[in-house]
């Protein structure tokens, strides 16, 4: 007889787990979604002429999963890299180019650094003794922010890595666990003394002659949005049950733990196995009567609610074309803007799709900033628009504008995140075999990392015997 998973949460998460699930023998497999479309946070609708994605707009190419996910789709030759490597920072007050050698804002070569004009002659110096500096190599998990400012000083962390990883995270790196949202550097920092050397040495491999370097992000030209419709096709296909509109209200082990009964406003069905793959605030709701502990986990952890605006300009309005994928701006600087995607220079599809706009993407809102969520749609718009007068001496007006927002969307890893999340799954494991959990929330925010959680929850789930 075959055996009924539920994946509750049709993000990257969940549809990656149907995707592992979908040709296992003795499993039907259903996705219940609270919306009217899968994806979750990766979503691309049409703006203008264009597919905007109004979520997330690229994927990490170090790590394999993404990559993996969509050659198995069959969509892995379509995936492009961005024409610039190279983006700005707003500091003292001019955007400067980003220097060379950075790893993940750790200096390596202080002579770019010092080019940049990025940091002061104090900051600059202070940052150049750290290989000198004592200490011991990291143990454990401890805050990013800690750790850089004690080797590298204020500077390096607030102009460079917090604009950079805190960026990512919307989130603000001196509460942040570096083994969550650096884990590069928490490797580096766990075998290195000085984090510029360690740095030194793991540096990205120049490209030999006549070779391009790998990508080092990559999305799709269609928008992201396009993994979405693939992994729809190919579950569909499989004959897994994708159901829409279909917010899950509860989740109760059914009678003598048979499995778990899963309530929907249409009623109360069975389930025999249970993937919970929905952001932490409805996996804390959900799993409150089954597991209050893990329950008691999700709510504890903060999230960041972040606005993403697009706006898109006419070509005559740049006399010079933009040169860089965009910039980033630190906390502390007074701007809504925490970055700005300079979306046609950095795609060239974006460029040929639309060669006469060009379409800027900004980001505003991190943890402890709610200015741009307060504002209303025109006034954040008419603020961000005169934001860009002051960072990149923008002052035409956008021809279209699009705003959309992202409540509670990123969640913050304090530090011993990872260990709570391995401690949580062991517990689940053995008092609640059958129920798996993946998501954002438990691995990392990062597309790959969403998806392995996911196809993790999912060979788990699948690898138990008849429960
Ligand atoms: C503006 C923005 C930019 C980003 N940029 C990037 C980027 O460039 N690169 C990158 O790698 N990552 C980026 N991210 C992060 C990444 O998009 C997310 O971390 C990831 O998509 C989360 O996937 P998920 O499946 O865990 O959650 P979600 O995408 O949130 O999916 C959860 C799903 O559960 C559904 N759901 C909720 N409640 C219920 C319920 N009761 N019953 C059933 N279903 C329910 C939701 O509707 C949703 O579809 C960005 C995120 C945002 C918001």
Same mark, same amino acid.
Not at 415 to 434: C, F, N, Q, W, Y
């Given at each position: 007889m075959s055996e009924r998973v539920v994946i509750i949460g049709g993000g990257i998460a969940g549809l990656a787990a149907a995707h592992e699930l979908a040709d296992r023998p003795g499993l039907t497999v259903t996705v219940l979604e609270s919306s009217e479309r899968l994806g979750g946070k990766l979503h691309t609708e049409p703006f203008g002429d264009l597919a905007l994605d109004t979520g997330p707009d690229a994927f990490l190419a170090r790590r394999p999963e993404a990559i993996t996910l969509c050659r198995e789709l069959g969509i892995d030759g379509e995936l492009v890299s961005p024409n610039h490597g190279t983006a700005h920072l707003w500091s003292r007050g001019r955007l400067r180019r980003l220097p060379a050698g950075l790893m993940l804002g750790i200096p390596t070569d202080f002579i770019a650094v010092a080019r940049s004009g990025i940091l002061s002659i104090g900051g600059l110096l202070r940052a150049a003794v750290e290989p000198l500096l004592p200490g011991g190599t990291l143990q454990g998990d401890v805050a990013l922010g800690a750790l850089v400012r004690r080797r590298l000083g204020d500077e390096v962390h607030e102009r460079l890595v917090d604009p950079l990883v805190g960026g990512i995270n919307a989130g603000d790196t001196d509460q942040l666990g570096i083994r969550?949202?650096?884990?590069?550097?928490?490797? /580096?920092?766990? +075998? =290195? %003394? +000085? /984090?510029?050397? *360690?740095?030194r040495r793991h540096r990205p491999p120049k490209a030999a002659p006549g070779q391009p370097l790998p990508p080092v992000f990559l999305t799709h030209p269609a928008g992201l949005g396009r993994i979405v #419709?693939? @992994?729809?096709? %190919? /579950?569909?296909?499989?004959?897994? #049950? /994708?159901? @829409?509109a279909s917010p899950v209200i509860g989740l109760a082990r059914a009678h003598e733990g048979q499995g778990f009964s899963v309530e929907t406003h249409r009623g109360v069905e069975h389930a025999d196995r249970v993937i919970v793959a929905t952001p932490a605030p409805v996996t804390a709701r959900l799993l409150a009567s089954i597991a209050p502990d893990a329950a008691g986990f999700f709510e504890s952890i903060e999230h960041a609610s972040v606005v993403l605006v697009a706006l898109s300009y006419a070509r005559g309005d740049f006399p010079e074309p933009l040169d860089g994928s965009g910039f980033l701006v630190p906390r502390g600087e007074g701007f809504l803007t925490t970055a700005c995607s300079w979306v046609s220079s950095k795609w060239a599809h974006v460029e040929a799709g639309a060669p006469n706009r060009v379409l800027l993407r900004i980001s505003a809102g991190r943890v402890g900033d709610e200015r741009a969520m307060a504002l209303d749609d025109a006034g954040l718009v008419a603020r961000l628009a005169s934001e860009l007068g002051q960072l990149m001496n923008l002052t035409a007006t956008p021809i279209e504008t699009r705003v959309t927002r992202w409540p509670e969307a990123f969640p913050q890893f304090?530090?011993? =995140?990872?260990? %709570?999340? %391995?401690?949580?799954?062991?517990?689940? *494991? #053995? +008092?609640?075999?059958? @129920?798996?959990l993946a998501g954002a929330a438990l691995g990392g925010v990062g597309i790959p990392a969403c998806i392995q959680s996911g196809r993790q929850a999912a060979a788990g789930l699948a690898a138990l015997g008849n429960p």
């Open positions: 969550s949202v650096a884990p590069q550097l928490a490797d /580096l920092a766990a +075998s =290195h %003394r +000085s /984090l510029v050397i *360690g740095s #419709e693939a @992994l729809d096709d %190919r /579950l569909t296909r499989a004959g897994v #049950e /994708l159901r @829409l304090a530090p011993g =995140h990872l260990d %709570r999340v %391995r401690a949580m799954k062991v517990v689940i *494991g #053995e +008092s609640i075999p059958g @129920l798996a």
